[in-house]
């Protein structure tokens, strides 16, 4: 029998991990892992990487629920995946998810089914509302930081009155780039 070990995750400093901590402990975890960080991809999450490193064939890796391990569908498959070539378990707590039954297996493949299938639907409908955004004229990104007449005055001033390029960064209060960009225009 293998080692019940533990992860947890908040997004933010000003979330508290208590009741994550809790479940795992009575969830019988021996080892603990825990992190503040908010992100994507399971990658720029230490802790977690840290743990994924330290379980070993045997061992249950427990979490309170899905979305604390990974927040995609690639990131879920390829994390369940890495356990699964490890031999370790996976049990969601509140999904009731327990890879190491039949049954646990079957719910996980039909879980992450449908969560692809949501992403997929996600997806469609962001682009959709990207496609009509763009028809009624929203400009997306940051905004410029000259406007087309402040561009313009700083070529006329380098033409016509020779300022520097450093003369006209602090002028405008631009980056050097944007100054070569304006130029360049």
């Known amino acids: 029998m293998g080692q019940m070990v533990g992860y947890c995750r908040v997004s933010s400093n000003s979330q508290s991990l208590t009741v994550q901590l809790d479940e795992l402990k009575a969830a019988g975890c021996t080892k603990l892992f825990s992190e503040k960080k908010s992100g994507r991809y399971s990658d720029n999450r230490p802790e977690l990487k840290a743990c994924l490193e330290y379980v070993r064939e045997g061992d249950t890796l427990v979490i309170s629920r899905l979305d604390r ?21 996976l049990r969601v707590v509140h999904q009731g998810i327990d890879t190491s039954t039949s049954e646990g297996k079957l719910l996980f493949g039909i879980l992450s089914t449908f969560a ?35 561009a313009a005055t700083i070529r006329r001033l380098r033409r016509e009155e020779g300022f520097a390029v450093g003369q006209l960064q602090s002028r405008f209060h631009v980056s050097r780039a944007t100054v070569y960009r304006a130029l360049a225009a």
């Open 69 to 89: 391990m990974a927040r995609s569908v690639l990131d879920l498959a390829s994390i369940a995946d890495r356990l699964h070539k490890k031999g370790v378990n």
């Open 116 to 150: 692809a299938f949501e992403l997929d639907i996600r997806s469609e409908r962001q682009r959709q509302g990207i496609d009509a955004a763009l028809k009624a004229g929203v400009r997306f990104g940051r905004k410029p930081s000259l406007t087309a007449e402040q």
